[in-house]
């Protein structure tokens, strides 16, 4: 019989001892990958919280969260060689042990230091069964589960927005499954999940728009399948 170790394939999609701990991390650096808009970025920060703290080498939450912002999806068996391959492409990172406050115990601040010398902050919990959501964007509350293909825009309080938005998308045949808003001071975030992906030709012009700060289509399930 063949004797399996730690970091071995269990089942189908997943490669690593705990769902919550290896696949969720995992998925929550896929996703806050796919947040940061794909700008060249030298360094990562990962800031541990709660469980993810105080486990997260035994779990191999380190080379999960390493493996997700390199792009590796949880079921690659490159995610046990996540250190190595960050060493090849150039990539700096860290771990440290920090409070996020009334969070799920599963979480993770991960920030990117771009080469243009920006950052970007993601915050995502692992909330079992290889689920995550994430719930903060550069200290703008979300909730983004990468259960749908998913528009988050964030711009200053203006008139038209969802209204502009969601005209595009009923009008090219698109059903939106969700749309949530959250404002802290002048700033505006909004979120809207698609009941299927949209095409490129009816995103773009959406993403184009000078009056967002930051706008990002999320769709990793069709990366994913």
Known sequence: MKKFKA?????P???????????????????????????????VQF????????????????????????????HDERLRDSFAIAKERGLEYSFEKADLGDRHPNSVEIIFHYDNGGHLSVIGSSIGGGN????????????FKNEFPTLILQYPEQKGVISYVSSI????????????????????????????????????????????????????KKKEA
């Open 132 to 143: 995550m959501v994430i719930v903060a964007i550069n200290d703008i509350e979300v909730e």
């Open 13 to 43: 999609i997943m490669v690593g001892p705990s769902s919550s701990h290896t696949a969720g991390a995992c998925r929550i650096g896929n996703a806050a990958l796919a947040i940061s808009g794909g700008d060249p970025f030298h360094k």
């Open 169 to 220: 998308l009923s009008d090219n045949d698109y059903n939106i499954e969700t749309a949530v808003t959250k404002k802290i001071d002048d700033t505006v975030t909004l979120v809207i999940e698609t009941t299927e992906s949209v095409k490129p030709e009816i995103m773009e012009p959406i993403l184009a728009q000078e009056r967002f700060d930051f706008a990002k289509y999320i769709d990793i």
């Open 7 to 11: 970091f071995d394939v269990v089942g």
């Open 47 to 74: 800031r541990l919280h709660g469980s993810f703290a105080s486990t997260y080498i035994g779990h191999g939450t380190d080379m999960a969260l390493v493996a997700g912002v390199l792009g590796i999806l949880p």
